[in-house]
Protein backbone atom coordinates (compact mmCIF):
# COMPACT_ATOMS: atom_id res chain seq x y z
CA UNK A 1 0.00 0.00 0.00
CA UNK A 2 1.13 3.44 -0.86
CA UNK A 3 1.84 5.74 1.55
CA UNK A 4 -0.65 8.36 1.98
CA UNK A 5 -0.36 12.16 0.67
CA UNK A 6 -0.39 14.62 2.96
CA UNK A 7 -4.72 15.88 1.70
CA UNK A 8 -5.30 11.91 3.03
CA UNK A 9 -3.36 12.21 6.01
CA UNK A 10 -5.36 15.72 6.98
CA UNK A 11 -8.86 13.32 7.42
CA UNK A 12 -6.80 11.04 9.40
CA UNK A 13 -8.46 11.44 13.27
CA UNK A 14 -5.90 9.53 15.33
CA UNK A 15 -1.93 9.94 15.10
CA UNK A 16 0.47 8.01 16.45
CA UNK A 17 3.69 9.47 16.95
CA UNK A 18 7.12 8.66 18.09
CA UNK A 19 10.36 10.37 17.33
CA UNK A 20 12.87 8.01 18.45
CA UNK A 21 14.50 4.69 17.14
CA UNK A 22 13.78 3.21 20.23
CA UNK A 23 10.59 2.06 21.70
CA UNK A 24 9.70 0.12 18.83
CA UNK A 25 8.17 -2.32 20.24
CA UNK A 26 6.15 -0.44 22.08
CA UNK A 27 4.41 1.42 18.57
CA UNK A 28 3.69 -2.20 17.14
CA UNK A 29 2.12 -2.92 20.36
CA UNK A 30 0.02 0.05 19.42
CA UNK A 31 -0.70 -0.94 15.87
CA UNK A 32 -1.72 -4.33 16.81
CA UNK A 33 -4.26 -2.98 19.12
CA UNK A 34 -5.53 -0.49 16.21
CA UNK A 35 -5.45 -3.00 13.62
CA UNK A 36 -9.28 -2.20 13.44
CA UNK A 37 -8.74 1.60 13.17
CA UNK A 38 -6.07 1.58 10.53
CA UNK A 39 -7.84 3.50 7.58
CA UNK A 40 -8.50 5.94 10.63
CA UNK A 41 -5.12 6.40 11.87
CA UNK A 42 -1.57 8.24 11.05
CA UNK A 43 1.54 6.11 12.07
CA UNK A 44 4.50 8.41 12.60
CA UNK A 45 8.10 6.88 13.09
CA UNK A 46 11.92 8.49 12.36
CA UNK A 47 13.56 7.91 9.20
CA UNK A 48 15.44 5.02 10.48
CA UNK A 49 12.74 3.19 11.39
CA UNK A 50 10.37 4.43 8.55
CA UNK A 51 12.97 3.39 5.75
CA UNK A 52 13.02 -0.48 7.54
CA UNK A 53 16.66 -0.20 8.98
CA UNK A 54 15.72 -1.82 11.78
CA UNK A 55 13.67 -4.57 10.80
CA UNK A 56 10.40 -3.16 12.36
CA UNK A 57 8.52 -2.33 8.90
CA UNK A 58 9.00 -5.41 7.64
CA UNK A 59 7.41 -7.12 10.34
CA UNK A 60 4.12 -4.80 10.93
CA UNK A 61 3.39 -4.70 7.34
CA UNK A 62 2.59 -8.13 6.98
CA UNK A 63 -0.06 -8.01 9.70
CA UNK A 64 -0.59 -4.41 9.85
CA UNK A 65 -3.13 -2.81 6.71
CA UNK A 66 -1.70 0.91 7.47
CA UNK A 67 1.34 2.48 6.97
CA UNK A 68 4.38 4.29 8.35
CA UNK A 69 4.72 7.68 7.57
CA UNK A 70 7.95 9.56 8.28
CA UNK A 71 7.64 12.64 11.22
CA UNK A 72 7.08 15.94 9.45
CA UNK A 73 10.09 18.22 9.58
CA UNK A 74 9.93 20.78 11.83
CA UNK A 75 11.41 23.67 9.79
CA UNK A 76 7.12 24.00 8.23
CA UNK A 77 4.27 23.77 9.95
CA UNK A 78 2.58 23.18 6.31
CA UNK A 79 3.98 19.26 6.51
CA UNK A 80 1.52 18.31 9.74
CA UNK A 81 -1.71 17.12 9.23
CA UNK A 82 -4.72 17.71 11.68
CA UNK A 83 -5.44 15.16 13.86
CA UNK A 84 -8.33 14.67 16.50
CA UNK A 85 -6.24 12.65 18.65
CA UNK A 86 -2.35 12.99 19.45
CA UNK A 87 -0.85 10.38 20.81
CA UNK A 88 3.31 10.34 21.66
CA UNK A 89 5.24 7.80 22.38
CA UNK A 90 8.39 9.15 23.14
CA UNK A 91 7.30 12.55 24.70
CA UNK A 92 9.45 12.68 27.87
CA UNK A 93 12.78 12.35 25.35
CA UNK A 94 11.32 14.47 22.66
CA UNK A 95 9.46 17.51 24.19
CA UNK A 96 10.68 20.52 22.12
CA UNK A 97 9.45 18.04 18.59
CA UNK A 98 6.47 17.19 20.95
CA UNK A 99 5.20 21.06 21.26
CA UNK A 100 5.84 21.90 17.68
CA UNK A 101 3.85 19.01 16.61
CA UNK A 102 0.75 20.01 19.18
CA UNK A 103 1.12 23.23 17.67
CA UNK A 104 0.69 22.48 14.22
CA UNK A 105 -1.80 19.87 14.50
CA UNK A 106 -4.25 21.50 16.91
CA UNK A 107 -5.64 17.80 18.23
CA UNK A 108 -8.51 17.87 20.63
CA UNK A 109 -6.63 15.47 23.04
CA UNK A 110 -2.93 14.60 23.92
CA UNK A 111 -1.79 11.18 24.95
CA UNK A 112 1.14 11.40 26.59
CA UNK A 113 3.03 8.26 27.22
CA UNK A 114 5.27 8.35 30.38
CA UNK A 115 7.91 5.61 30.61
CA UNK A 116 9.39 7.27 33.67
CA UNK A 117 7.60 8.44 36.58
CA UNK A 118 10.61 10.32 37.78
CA UNK A 119 11.16 12.18 34.22
CA UNK A 120 11.51 16.23 34.69
CA UNK A 121 10.02 17.03 31.91
CA UNK A 122 6.41 16.19 33.10
CA UNK A 123 5.48 19.72 34.20
CA UNK A 124 6.87 21.10 30.75
CA UNK A 125 4.81 18.82 28.86
CA UNK A 126 1.86 19.16 30.47
CA UNK A 127 1.87 22.84 30.09
CA UNK A 128 1.39 21.72 25.94
CA UNK A 129 -2.29 21.63 26.27
CA UNK A 130 -5.13 21.94 27.61
CA UNK A 131 -6.73 18.40 27.38
CA UNK A 132 -3.78 15.88 28.38
CA UNK A 133 -4.33 12.13 29.02
CA UNK A 134 -0.87 10.62 30.49
CA UNK A 135 -0.55 6.69 30.32
CA UNK A 136 1.62 4.29 31.73
CA UNK A 137 2.80 0.81 30.59
CA UNK A 138 2.39 -0.78 34.25
CA UNK A 139 0.49 0.33 37.30
CA UNK A 140 3.12 0.46 39.32
CA UNK A 141 4.07 3.76 37.19
CA UNK A 142 0.69 4.66 37.23
CA UNK A 143 1.02 4.75 41.17
CA UNK A 144 4.20 6.89 41.15
CA UNK A 145 3.19 9.31 38.46
CA UNK A 146 -0.12 9.96 41.11
CA UNK A 147 2.43 10.06 43.89
CA UNK A 148 3.73 13.30 41.98
CA UNK A 149 0.43 14.77 41.38
CA UNK A 150 -0.41 13.83 37.93
CA UNK A 151 -3.58 11.43 36.75
CA UNK A 152 -2.58 8.58 34.69
CA UNK A 153 -4.33 5.89 32.93
CA UNK A 154 -2.44 2.34 32.40
CA UNK A 155 -2.42 1.86 29.28
CA UNK A 156 -0.45 -1.68 27.69
CA UNK A 157 -0.60 -3.01 24.03
CA UNK A 158 1.85 -5.96 22.67
CA UNK A 159 2.11 -7.24 19.15
CA UNK A 160 1.61 -10.63 18.49
CA UNK A 161 5.17 -11.64 16.91
CA UNK A 162 4.65 -15.47 16.32
CA UNK A 163 7.79 -16.13 16.67
CA UNK A 164 9.58 -19.53 17.59
CA UNK A 165 12.46 -22.07 17.06
CA UNK A 166 13.70 -22.97 13.93
CA UNK A 167 12.70 -25.62 11.85
CA UNK A 168 15.59 -28.15 11.47
CA UNK A 169 16.86 -29.92 8.07
CA UNK A 170 15.33 -33.29 8.71
CA UNK A 171 11.83 -31.39 9.16
CA UNK A 172 11.06 -31.42 13.18
CA UNK A 173 11.33 -28.09 15.01
CA UNK A 174 14.15 -27.33 17.89
CA UNK A 175 12.96 -27.54 21.12
CA UNK A 176 13.36 -24.06 23.30
CA UNK A 177 16.80 -23.32 24.55
CA UNK A 178 18.29 -21.17 27.03
CA UNK A 179 16.82 -18.27 28.89
CA UNK A 180 17.35 -14.53 26.82
CA UNK A 181 17.72 -11.38 28.76
CA UNK A 182 16.73 -8.55 26.14
CA UNK A 183 17.30 -5.31 25.87
CA UNK A 184 20.03 -2.01 25.81
CA UNK A 185 23.30 -4.44 26.80
CA UNK A 186 24.74 -2.11 29.81
CA UNK A 187 25.89 -3.47 32.92
CA UNK A 188 24.37 -0.63 34.91
CA UNK A 189 20.75 -1.82 34.01
CA UNK A 190 21.67 -5.79 34.26
CA UNK A 191 22.89 -7.66 36.62
CA UNK A 192 25.66 -10.08 34.66
CA UNK A 193 28.40 -10.19 37.31
CA UNK A 194 26.20 -11.65 40.00
CA UNK A 195 24.64 -14.16 37.09
CA UNK A 196 28.28 -14.92 36.25
CA UNK A 197 29.24 -15.73 39.49
CA UNK A 198 26.31 -18.52 39.56
CA UNK A 199 26.95 -19.53 36.18
CA UNK A 200 30.51 -20.54 37.51
CA UNK A 201 29.57 -22.30 40.85
CA UNK A 202 27.22 -24.14 38.59
CA UNK A 203 30.10 -25.30 35.62
CA UNK A 204 32.36 -25.80 38.64
CA UNK A 205 29.64 -28.38 39.99
CA UNK A 206 29.12 -30.14 36.48
CA UNK A 207 32.94 -30.47 36.21
CA UNK A 208 33.71 -31.45 39.46
CA UNK A 209 30.93 -33.91 39.12
CA UNK A 210 31.84 -35.25 35.19
CA UNK A 211 35.39 -35.83 37.50
CA UNK A 212 34.30 -37.92 40.18
CA UNK A 213 32.10 -40.35 37.87
CA UNK A 214 35.42 -40.40 35.72
CA UNK A 215 37.26 -41.94 38.98
CA UNK A 216 34.74 -43.94 39.88
CA UNK A 217 34.07 -45.70 36.00
CA UNK A 218 38.27 -46.11 36.14
CA UNK A 219 37.96 -47.78 39.61
CA UNK A 220 34.96 -49.51 39.49
CA UNK A 221 33.10 -49.83 36.01
CA UNK A 222 30.10 -48.41 34.39
CA UNK A 223 28.06 -49.21 37.30
CA UNK A 224 30.02 -47.95 39.65
CA UNK A 225 30.09 -44.38 37.49
CA UNK A 226 25.76 -44.71 37.13
CA UNK A 227 25.46 -44.49 40.90
CA UNK A 228 27.12 -41.12 41.43
CA UNK A 229 24.58 -38.14 41.24
CA UNK A 230 24.58 -35.80 38.04
CA UNK A 231 23.60 -32.78 38.67
CA UNK A 232 21.16 -30.22 35.94
CA UNK A 233 23.03 -28.98 33.11
CA UNK A 234 24.14 -25.61 33.80
CA UNK A 235 21.55 -22.86 31.58
CA UNK A 236 22.69 -21.51 28.39
CA UNK A 237 22.12 -17.76 28.00
CA UNK A 238 21.26 -15.23 24.78
CA UNK A 239 21.79 -11.83 25.55
CA UNK A 240 20.22 -9.67 23.16
CA UNK A 241 20.21 -5.82 22.10
CA UNK A 242 22.05 -2.42 21.89
CA UNK A 243 25.47 -1.82 22.32
CA UNK A 244 25.87 1.10 25.15
CA UNK A 245 28.57 2.01 22.20
CA UNK A 246 29.18 0.42 19.44
CA UNK A 247 32.84 -0.81 20.30
CA UNK A 248 32.06 -1.48 23.91
CA UNK A 249 31.24 -5.04 23.93
CA UNK A 250 29.72 -7.08 27.66
CA UNK A 251 32.83 -8.51 28.89
CA UNK A 252 32.15 -12.46 29.84
CA UNK A 253 34.68 -14.29 32.06
CA UNK A 254 36.00 -17.48 29.95
CA UNK A 255 34.28 -19.96 32.50
CA UNK A 256 31.32 -19.38 31.21
CA UNK A 257 31.77 -18.40 27.95
CA UNK A 258 30.39 -21.39 26.42
CA UNK A 259 27.04 -21.14 27.98
CA UNK A 260 26.15 -17.35 26.20
CA UNK A 261 25.02 -16.60 22.90
CA UNK A 262 25.30 -12.68 22.35
CA UNK A 263 23.26 -11.09 19.31
CA UNK A 264 23.29 -7.67 18.81
CA UNK A 265 21.46 -4.92 16.64
CA UNK A 266 19.55 -8.16 14.97
CA UNK A 267 16.10 -7.16 13.11
CA UNK A 268 12.72 -7.61 14.64
CA UNK A 269 11.80 -11.30 13.57
CA UNK A 270 15.22 -13.18 13.98
CA UNK A 271 14.95 -10.74 17.83
CA UNK A 272 11.45 -12.22 18.61
CA UNK A 273 12.57 -15.78 17.30
CA UNK A 274 15.33 -15.98 19.60
CA UNK A 275 13.24 -14.66 22.57
CA UNK A 276 10.35 -17.24 21.81
CA UNK A 277 12.91 -19.90 21.30
CA UNK A 278 14.03 -19.69 25.13
CA UNK A 279 12.30 -21.17 28.28
CA UNK A 280 11.96 -17.98 30.14
CA UNK A 281 13.06 -14.04 29.61
CA UNK A 282 15.35 -13.11 32.54
CA UNK A 283 14.77 -9.20 33.66
CA UNK A 284 18.24 -8.87 35.51
CA UNK A 285 17.97 -5.54 36.92
CA UNK A 286 20.42 -4.50 38.23
CA UNK A 287 18.54 -1.43 40.66
CA UNK A 288 14.71 -0.75 41.66
CA UNK A 289 13.91 1.63 39.78
CA UNK A 290 11.84 -0.94 37.20
CA UNK A 291 10.01 -1.76 40.14
CA UNK A 292 8.92 1.35 40.92
CA UNK A 293 9.27 4.24 38.66
CA UNK A 294 10.27 2.35 35.19
CA UNK A 295 8.60 0.05 32.83
CA UNK A 296 10.35 -2.75 31.70
CA UNK A 297 10.58 -3.91 27.98
CA UNK A 298 11.28 -7.18 29.05
CA UNK A 299 7.82 -7.50 29.87
CA UNK A 300 6.43 -6.54 26.80
CA UNK A 301 8.78 -9.10 25.20
CA UNK A 302 7.75 -11.89 27.22
CA UNK A 303 3.46 -10.49 25.84
CA UNK A 304 4.54 -10.39 22.37
CA UNK A 305 6.80 -14.29 22.21
CA UNK A 306 4.56 -15.63 24.82
CA UNK A 307 8.04 -16.65 26.42
CA UNK A 308 7.26 -16.08 29.99
CA UNK A 309 9.56 -14.34 32.86
CA UNK A 310 11.43 -16.01 35.55
CA UNK A 311 11.20 -13.37 38.24
CA UNK A 312 10.53 -13.18 42.14
CA UNK A 313 7.84 -12.10 44.31
CA UNK A 314 8.93 -8.17 44.34
CA UNK A 315 8.73 -8.26 40.36
CA UNK A 316 4.94 -9.44 40.57
CA UNK A 317 4.43 -6.86 42.80
CA UNK A 318 5.24 -4.52 40.29
CA UNK A 319 3.48 -5.43 37.27
CA UNK A 320 0.42 -6.88 38.80
CA UNK A 321 -1.33 -8.11 35.80
CA UNK A 322 1.28 -10.96 35.65
CA UNK A 323 0.69 -13.68 38.21
CA UNK A 324 2.08 -17.20 38.33
CA UNK A 325 0.02 -18.43 35.91
CA UNK A 326 2.34 -16.23 33.06
CA UNK A 327 5.66 -16.23 34.73
CA UNK A 328 7.79 -18.78 36.34
CA UNK A 329 8.35 -17.68 39.81
CA UNK A 330 11.60 -17.66 41.07
CA UNK A 331 11.26 -18.77 45.32
CA UNK A 332 12.25 -16.43 48.13
CA UNK A 333 16.06 -17.85 48.56
CA UNK A 334 16.25 -19.69 45.32
CA UNK A 335 19.43 -18.59 43.56
CA UNK A 336 19.05 -17.21 39.71
CA UNK A 337 20.57 -20.37 38.61
CA UNK A 338 18.99 -23.10 40.10
CA UNK A 339 15.82 -21.08 39.31
CA UNK A 340 16.51 -21.65 35.97
CA UNK A 341 17.45 -24.91 36.07
CA UNK A 342 14.49 -25.82 37.67
CA UNK A 343 12.43 -24.36 34.73
CA UNK A 344 14.30 -26.21 32.13
CA UNK A 345 13.56 -29.07 33.78
CA UNK A 346 9.94 -28.63 33.80
CA UNK A 347 7.46 -30.65 31.30
CA UNK A 348 6.39 -29.24 28.37
CA UNK A 349 2.86 -29.03 29.28
CA UNK A 350 3.86 -26.06 31.76
CA UNK A 351 5.83 -24.05 29.50
CA UNK A 352 2.46 -24.39 26.98
CA UNK A 353 0.07 -23.43 29.91
CA UNK A 354 1.93 -20.18 30.50
CA UNK A 355 2.55 -19.54 26.96
CA UNK A 356 -1.20 -19.77 26.50
CA UNK A 357 -1.83 -17.45 29.59
CA UNK A 358 0.57 -14.74 28.23
CA UNK A 359 -0.95 -14.66 24.50
CA UNK A 360 -4.79 -14.68 26.59
CA UNK A 361 -3.63 -11.46 28.08
CA UNK A 362 -2.31 -9.92 25.11
CA UNK A 363 -5.38 -10.14 23.84
CA UNK A 364 -7.07 -8.90 26.66
CA UNK A 365 -4.52 -6.30 27.16
CA UNK A 366 -5.24 -5.06 23.86
CA UNK A 367 -8.93 -5.00 23.23
CA UNK A 368 -8.87 -2.45 26.26
CA UNK A 369 -5.69 -0.10 25.09
CA UNK A 370 -8.02 0.28 21.64
CA UNK A 371 -11.34 0.62 23.38
CA UNK A 372 -9.01 3.43 25.65
CA UNK A 373 -8.34 5.62 22.30
CA UNK A 374 -12.14 4.71 20.88
CA UNK A 375 -13.26 6.33 23.35
CA UNK A 376 -10.97 9.35 23.48
CA UNK A 377 -12.02 9.82 19.29
CA UNK A 378 -15.77 9.53 20.20
CA UNK A 379 -15.04 12.23 22.77
CA UNK A 380 -13.16 14.15 20.02
CA UNK A 381 -15.89 13.63 17.31
CA UNK A 382 -13.32 11.61 15.03
Given at each position: MAAPAQGEALSRPLAIVNTQIYHSE??????????????????????????????????????YPGDLLRIPPRNSTDFVAGHKVAFFISPGNSPEYTRFFINASRPHTVVLMIHNADDPNLPRLMAMHSRIRLVALSPHVVAALQRRGFEATWWLAAWPAYAGCPTLRNGTVREPWGFACQGRIDSRRRSYDTLWAELKRAVETEEAAAAARARAKSKGGAAAAAKLAVPPPAP??????????????????????????????????QFFNYIACSHALLPLFANESYLTTKFSSTVLASLSTETPVLADRAFLAAYTFLDERSIYLQ????????????????????????????????????????????????????
Open positions: VVMGTLDALRPLAPRTAVYVHPRVEEGKDGLRDVVRRMRLKILGRLVKPDMELPVPSAVRRLVTMVTYAPYKAEGEGLVAAMQRVQAMPAAEHAARRSALALLRDKLNAAARAFLEGLLAEAGG
